[in-house]
């Protein structure tokens, strides 16, 4: 490589073969070959597919549970509680 490149190289902490690399990909295609190979994801919509998964685990678990016929905590819980007026 010439001096520029290794100055280039040196400034940008690159090795000098990604350089070449990069500089193939450019005269071969383009700035589209310089584009990357594969999507990009939002961080915020990998946040919601996690969280609808787990939300899908949670649903698919309490259906299990009213198939089997084992009564959820929470609808045993509702049935032991009487409604009526308190008392002061």
């Not at 310089?34 to 999507?39: A, H, N, V």
């Not at 961080?43 to 939300?55: D, F, G, K, S, Y």
């Not at 678990?61 to 409604?83: D, F, W, Y």
Request: aromatic content about 4%.
């Amino acid at each position: 490589m010439r001096d520029g490149h290794t100055e280039v190289c040196r400034k940008y902490s690159l090795s000098p073969s990604l350089l070449r690399k990069w500089r193939q990909k450019y005269l071969a295609k383009g700035k589209e070959g310089l584009r990357d190979s594969y999507p990009r994801v939002d961080p915020q919509l990998r946040a919601l597919e996690e969280e609808n998964e787990r939300l899908k685990r949670i649903i698919a678990k309490q259906a299990l549970e009213i198939e089997r016929g084992r009564p959820a905590v929470k609808s045993e819980l509702l049935k032991k509680t009487s409604i009526g007026p308190r008392k002061r």
